[in-house]
T-cell receptor
Framework: DGGITQSPKYLFRKEGQNVTLSCEQNLNHDAMYWYRQDPGQGLRLIYYSQIVNDFQKGDIAEGYSVSREKKESFPLTVTSAQKNPTAFYLC????????????FGPGTRLTVT | DAKTTQPTSMDCAEGRAANLPCNHSTISGNEYVYWYRQIHSQGPQYIIHGLKNNETNEMASLIITEDRKSSTLILPHATLRDTAVYYCNSNTNAGKSTFGDGTTLTVKP
């Protein structure tokens, strides 16, 4: 059963702590993406990666970091430098040859207090 | 990457066609237009995409204007389960992907 998994679904952290959100895909997709969604708003791109060991900043990369050591995995770290980390985080993947429709995971809702 | 703009909300009667517009006036020649929908607190679901020609699949139809500055997603017979937020998106070669704020479609009985 192919797809994208994100864990955990809900995550709670204290202010000042770094936290890493997991994203795994078994679709054999080359490209992966991280988005942030705030209540009542659209998706904003944080980082994206088209190939292993390479990634680019999106529109709101400050306070976040990523790694892409394996094709299947694209973890996102929310650092203590991110001023407003509480949000819904979505991971997606796509192919890079042909049409590039994205397949999304179920999301992780992060709450920082 | 093109900036997309959509109306904030729309209503549609059950069984009627829902026509959702998107403006992408800065889209470049090699950027596809994609449509997704998101039901509350879930990940968005891909619906359809196109480059220049109109497209149809089992879920919807996509009409792209000749100048490619706008497009319309058509749900031919809307049901209550089509109530969701619909996003228009552009993407160049699996690179930087831009989503608009989406249109909240409410299908009413």
């Amino acid at each position: 059963d192919g797809g994208i998994t994100q864990s955990p679904k809900y995550l709670f952290r204290k202010e000042g702590q770094n936290v890493t959100l997991s994203c795994e895909q078994n679709l054999n997709h080359d490209a992966m993406y991280w988005y942030r969604q705030d209540p009542g708003q659209g998706l904003r791109l944080i980082y994206y990666s088209q190939i292993v060991n390479d990634f680019q900043k999106g529109d709101i990369a400050e306070g976040y970091s990523v790694s892409r050591e394996k094709k299947e995995s694209f973890p996102l770290t929310v650092t203590s430098a991110q001023k407003n980390p509480t949000a819904f985080y979505l991971c997606a993947s796509s192919i890079i040859d042909g049409s590039y429709e994205q397949y999304f995971g179920p999301g992780t809702r992060l709450t920082v207090t | 990457d093109a900036k997309t703009t959509q109306p904030t909300s729309m209503d549609c009667a059950e069984g009627r066609a829902a026509n959702l517009p998107c403006n992408h006036s800065t889209i470049s020649g090699n950027e596809y237009v994609y449509w997704y929908r998101q039901i509350h607190s879930q990940g968005p679901q891909y619906i359809i995409h196109g480059l220049k020609n109109n497209e149809t699949n089992e879920m919807a139809s996509l009409i792209i204007t000749e100048d490619r500055k706008s497009s319309t997603l058509i749900l031919p017979h809307a049901t209550l389960r089509d109530t969701a937020v619909y996003y228009c998106n552009s993407n160049t070669n699996a690179g930087k992907s831009t989503f608009g704020d989406g249109t909240t479609l409410t299908v009413k009985p």
